[in-house]
């Protein structure tokens, strides 16, 4: 089961896109986890999880969790007021960079890493496979 939640106040994205683009990654990398929760959330809410858990004193914009005592759960948060600056940064759509942030989560709960420059562009280039067949298979 797949289920998309909205935390943040004002932020929006469609629970339906999410949903896709968590299947585009699931079927194509063979990790089927049982349950997917995908959390769209605020700056403030994701550093203190950020803090809490992973021990980094600042906003992210998105924080995966693998839940193994509970039958390989997964949970996503993303930071849609980051999503919305990052957006205008790289000149991309609101939709195009949260779908890329849900494409990011979904890669490092399937294994991939992204701490060295190596790492880096080869989840990259994983992340544009996976845009370019979200956006071309849009409904």
Do not use: W
Not at 19 to 34: C, D, L, S
Not at 47 to 70: Q, S
């Amino acid at each position: 089961m797949i289920s998309a939640m909205h935390q943040h106040p004002r932020r929006r994205f469609s629970a339906s896109e999410a949903i896709r683009a968590v299947r585009a990654v699931q079927n194509t990398e063979k990790r089927n986890f049982p349950t997917v929760s995908v959390v769209f959330t605020t700056s403030t809410f994701i550093r203190r999880i950020n803090r809490k858990f992973l021990r980094h004193d600042y906003a992210t914009d998105v924080i995966t969790f693998t839940l193994e005592a509970k039958g390989s759960e997964a949970e996503l948060y993303i930071n849609l007021d980051l999503a919305k600056t990052q957006a205008e940064s790289y000149k991309v759509s609101y939709t195009a960079e949260v779908r890329r942030l849900i494409v990011h989560g979904m890669l490092h709960l399937c294994g991939y890493k992204d701490q060295t420059s190596d790492q880096k562009s080869a989840m990259r280039r994983r992340e544009n496979t996976y845009l370019k067949r979200l956006e071309s298979t849009k409904r």
